[in-house]
């Protein structure tokens, strides 16, 4: 039996996600292009987390939503990998019945990053820019510290980095935000008379966040 894999070739320049009108009406509603080749791996991980043997075989309606991940890499056409109704078609063009995290992840990743907006969870990929109407922010890393040698009882915790950036201005500020036994605490932040939250534990409806999303959100949470 032929070993299933997501990609045959992982060296990739390129990454075009494309959201149809539906699944047989192939009018582009919304798209984008990702240059950045370490951008690109780090969506690969995440692909290559998700089984590629989909134990159920399903067939979609006309109107069903239909998404495209095309790869550009080298010596290779492109490869195509496609999403209807929220579920990704694997290798062996079945589909998966019980939920999977990373499947998971890789749906909300693809619908934010076709449109951002308050109130969606974000994927921390490193170094992406996500781009609102008045500011662009991005999250730059993570640096874990361990249990304090000999000292009181914190824990273990991480400091994750966020910058920040008024469109059309050069200034930029940056938050340095702790998570470990104590939740993050939301980090208030004012782009011209707005105030915003950026918030990475959870979301104003209780919706997890930590520790793979952050959100922003106009809301004061509670």
């Given amino acids: 039996m032929k ?11 390129d990454l075009n996600i ?13 798209q984008i292009t990702i240059s950045d080749k370490d951008i690109i791996q780090q969506i690969i991980s995440l692909i290559q987390k998700i089984p590629p043997q989909g134990d159920k075989m399903k067939s979609f309606g006309p109107d ?12 290779k056409p492109s490869q195509i990998i496609e999403i209807y109704n929220d579920k990704i078609k694997t290798p062996s063009t079945g589909f998966l019945s019980t939920a ?13 990053l076709l449109n951002v907006s308050l109130e969606t969870k974000l994927s921390k990929l490193i170094n992406y820019a996500y781009k609102f109407k008045d500011f662009t922010i991005t999250f ?3 640096k874990h510290k ?10 273990p915790s991480n400091q994750n980095f966020y910058t920040l950036s008024e469109n059309g201005h050069a200034n930029t500020v940056n938050f340095n935000i702790y998570d470990g036994q104590i939740p993050a605490q939301p980090q208030a932040f004012v782009v011209g008379k707005n105030t915003y939250y950026l918030l990475t534990y959870k979301s104003p409806k209780g919706e997890d966040l930590y520790p ?3 959100m922003i959100s106009s809301k004061k949470p509670n």
């Fill in 3 to 13: 070993n299933l894999v997501w990609f045959e070739n992982t060296e990739c320049s």
């Fill in 18 to 30: 494309t959201k149809y009108k539906s699944n047989t009406n192939d009018t582009v509603i919304a």
């Fill in 64 to 75: 069903a939503k239909k998404i495209s991940l095309a790869f550009t890499c080298t010596n």
């Fill in 100 to 112: 999977d995290a990373a499947e998971t992840q890789l749906i909300d990743l693809t619908n934010a």
């Fill in 140 to 142: 730059t890393g993570t």
């Fill in 146 to 155: 361990p249990q304090p040698t000999g000292g009181p009882s914190l824990g």
């Fill in 212 to 214: 793979n999303y952050f």
